[in-house]
């Protein structure tokens, strides 16, 4: 799992460090967005950041067991906290940035080449072949 908090470079004064602390804005409070997430979710967000502090980047690049090891919680508590703060966009999951990508991967010469073979298609007759 590999999480980057939200606007991190933003809030961070030492940049080419790991500081021992974090800085904890109150405007937290009045954020309605975060107020909204589960008790559990706003419980383990903190916790989160400080991991995030011990890299340079702001990046936690840990699996689930060593996240939840590290805040002594079980994988499956961690898994369910940390869920609602990605899709609140309070962390970013770098492992799964392109999962719900819906597009369509078809380049466009490989599209105009579809589009020629149905073209050929087209074109030829009932029970003769191309």
């Known amino acids: 799992m590999k999480l980057t908090p ?3 470079d933003s809030f961070q004064h030492y940049k080419h460090r790991s500081p021992p602390w974090i800085k ?14 589960p008790v559990a979710s706003r419980a383990i967000a903190p916790m989160l950041w400080l ?3 011990e890299s340079h980047d702001g990046m936690i690049d840990k699996t689930t ?3 939840a090891f590290r805040l002594r919680m079980s994988e499956k508590d961690v898994v369910n ?3 609602p703060l ?17 597009q369509d991967a078809t380049t466009e010469k490989r599209q105009s080449r579809v589009e020629k073979e ?4 087209m074109d030829t007759p009932d029970g003769v072949s191309p």
């Open 118 to 121: 149905r073209e050929k298609e």
């Open 81 to 83: 906290a940390i869920k």
């Open 86 to 102: 990605i899709d609140m966009g309070f962390f970013t999951d770098a492992d799964n940035v392109l999962a719900n990508c819906l």
């Open 24 to 37: 904890l804005h109150k405007n937290l409070l009045d954020d309605m967005q975060f107020q909204r997430l």
């Open 65 to 67: 067991e060593e996240i």
């Open 51 to 53: 991991l995030a502090s």
């Open 6 to 8: 939200k606007n991190w």
